[in-house]
């Protein structure tokens, strides 16, 4: 079983986007979906798969970082 932690799209560029993962930042194929920069996304296998809004997103880092 795989868990999707949120990441905010820093940049997007040539279909790909930089996502921020609580600063670590990697580059994800955002072909799938329709993102912009400052969304937060969900991102499986290298590919964006779905937006969220924002509070969605800060209550599953929140819930994550309890967990650590």
Do not use: W
């Not at 955002?30 to 296998?45: P, R, Y």
């Amino acid at each position: 079983m795989c868990v999707a932690i949120p990441g905010k799209v820093l940049s997007i560029a040539d279909g790909r986007a930089t996502v921020d993962f609580s600063g670590n930042q990697v580059q994800a194929y955002i072909g799938l979906v329709d993102a912009k920069v400052g969304d937060f996304v969900l991102v499986h296998a290298g590919c964006v798969i779905q937006t969220m809004k924002q509070q969605e997103a800060e209550e599953i880092i929140e819930l994550m970082n309890g967990i650590e």
